[in-house]
Each structure stands twice: as C-alpha cells, then as structure tokens.
C-alpha cells in the first residue's frame, strides 16, 4: 500500500491581510485545550504574544492542502 503524502506549506505572516492575520491568530489563541498557565491571561495580551513571536520567527503559520486548515507551530519543532 502506498503511502499518501500531505503537503504542508508555510505561510509568511507578512503576506497575509491584516485582519486575515488577527483572525487567525485570535483562532489559534482560544481554541480548546490552549493552555497559557495557571493565571488567565487577557484575549489581547495572548494575540500580541504570538504577534511577536511570529515577527521574531520563533512560530510560523502552517497551511495543510489536504485539510484546508492553518496552524501556528513553534519553529523549532518543524526541524524535528
């Protein structure tokens, strides 16, 4: 049996739209399971957190073709 291949892009955070970009970065910060320790941390504070690390380049923004969906995974972990 072969196996099946999925494609996963990067996609430079400086290519999307503003608002396309709050959007996906507001997703990402309140999906289920999102943890940010054990004091609650304010909805803006955590989107301009992942901000900045997207400008350091320490996260990128992952696009899978084969699901339609983005994530935002930590850089170090694609060299795994």
């Not at 049996?1 to 990402?28: Q, R, Y």
């Not at 955590?46 to 380049?57: E, S």
């Amino acid at each position: 049996m072969a196996a099946t291949l999925e494609l996963v892009v990067i996609i430079p955070h400086g290519e999307l739209s503003p608002d396309t970009l709050d959007n996906l970065i507001s997703e990402f910060v309140t999906r289920d399971g999102t943890d940010y320790g054990e004091h609650e941390t304010p909805l803006a504070s955590r989107i301009g957190q992942v901000r900045q690390l997207l400008q350091r380049g320490q996260v990128v923004i992952l696009f899978s073709e084969s699901t339609g969906l983005c994530n935002i995974v930590a850089k170090d972990q694609l060299e795994k």
